[in-house]
Structures are given as C-alpha cells and as structure tokens.
T-cell receptor, first 115, second 112 residues
Framework: NAGVMQNPRHLVRRRGQEARLRCSPM?????VYWYRQLPEEGLKFMVY????????ESGMPKERFSAEFPKEGPSILRIQQVVRGDSAAYFC?????????????FGEGSWLTVV | DQQVKQNSPSLSVQEGRISILNCDYT??????FLWYKKYPAEGPTFLIS?????DKNEDGRFTVFLNKSAKHLSLHIVPSQPGDSAVYFC???????????FGQGTRLTINP
C-alpha cells in the first residue's frame, strides 16, 4: 500500500452534509481508481480517472457522487447530501499506465460514517 | 449478477499446512486475475496475479492456479503462517477495461 495516500482516514458526516475524500497516487502513476466497500461485501468499482479526464464512471451512482483528478493536486471523490447508505470504506488505487495485466495498488482507505 | 465468486466466507487452517482459497468467475472476457490480502481497517495489498495465457504463477509461498475451462482459480499458500490471517479477495479484469471485479472475500484464519 506504500505510496497511495488517502485522507481523511476517518470521516463522520451528518445526513445532508457533503463528504470530500482525497487521494494522491503513487509517484509516477497517472491513473487513479476509486472503489467502495460496503460492510461484509467485496470492493466495487466506482470510477477511473486520468489527469483532467474521467475515463470510466460506470460504477458511480447517478446522483450526488462526483470525482475529479485535476492537473495539479490530488484526486477528489465528492459525495453531496450524504445518506446513511453512503457509510462505507472508500479506497483509492493507482497504476502507472492503462494496459491489460496492469496491477493497481491501493491506499489505506477512507472510512465514511453518516450519522 | 456476481461475476466473481468466492463461495467460502471463511477458512481455518493449521499453521504449517497448506491454505487453498478458491474463486470462480463467469465472464469469459476476463483475461487477468489478481489476489489481494486485506487486514481490518487497511487497504488491500497486492499478492500475486496471473494472465489468462498461463495456468500457474508462483511467488515464494504463494501460487495461483488458473483453470480457464472451468473458469476457476485458486490461491495456494504453503506453509501457512499466523501472519497470513486476513481476508483474501480475488479480482478479475478484462482487456483494457481497467476495472477490477472483486469477489466477496474469504477470511483465512491460521491456527497455531
């Protein structure tokens, strides 16, 4: 997990508030992925980004969720008007390139609790 | 629809013995498979991977076997050590998709 930095590690939000999760990829990696793990489930793909581009957002809920990876700075996963069902662990991952057989490396995760 | 399945939620193995974790998949387009290990409150750690052009890949105590006709892969850990106690996830990817599909995980407990 060394290298992919996520913050905050733990975040508590009241229903209706906004949550922002940040991810800095490993050095030299230009591809970022966000995954979500609900309690007692496996990880589910949410979105795949390169610098300034969303490549695949097929796993993102249609409303309230957005992601960006600006030219400068970390990738941000933003959840507006959070609900209890958004409580989960959100994992960011990165890879150096896009190709078949490309291993992605995960960060430590951000645990969101909605109260 | 669960494209990647780990049918055993948990597995208990004695220290020093072999641990065998299993994974089945349904999508024939998957061409790359990975195993990750996860401790509580941490992110998944990459263990080992295999391309669909191979049927076996070995790295130290870890060996992954792929049976394409059965759409089945397994992870062998030998000898098992207490530090191997964790949740193990298998994941699959298809050409260019860059979108891993994970199984539900198997909790491995190594008993002294």
């Amino acid at each position: 997990n060394a290298g992919v930095m996520q913050n905050p590690r733990h975040l508590v939000r009241r229903r209706g508030q906004e949550a922002r999760l940040r991810c800095s990829p490993m050095k030299g990696h230009s591809h970022v992925y966000w995954y979500r793990q609900l309690p007692e489930e496996g990880l589910k793909f949410m979105v795949y980004l390169q610098k300034e581009n969303i490549i695949d957002e097929s796993g993102m809920p249609k409303e309230r969720f957005s992601a960006e990876f600006p030219k400068e700075g970390p990738s941000i996963l933003r959840i507006q008007q959070v609900v209890r069902g958004d409580s989960a662990a959100y994992f960011c991952a990165s890879s150096p390139r896009a190709s078949s057989g490309n291993t992605i490396y995960f960060g430590e995760g951000s645990w969101l609790t909605v109260v | 629809d669960q494209q990647v399945k780990q049918n055993s939620p948990s597995l208990s193995v004695q220290e020093g013995r072999i641990s065998i974790l299993n994974c089945d998949y349904t999508n024939s387009m998957f061409d790359y498979f990975l195993w990750y290990k996860k401790y509580p409150a941490e992110g998944p750690t990459f263990l080992i991977s295999i391309s669909s052009i191979k049927d076996k890949n070995e790295d130290g105590r870890f060996t992954v076997f792929l049976n394409k006709s059965a759409k089945h892969l397994s992870l062998h850990i030998v000898p098992s050590q207490p530090g191997d106690s964790a949740v193990y996830f298998c994941a699959a990817d298809s050409e260019g998709a860059q979108k891993l599909v994970f199984g539900q995980g198997t909790r491995l407990t190594i008993n002294p």
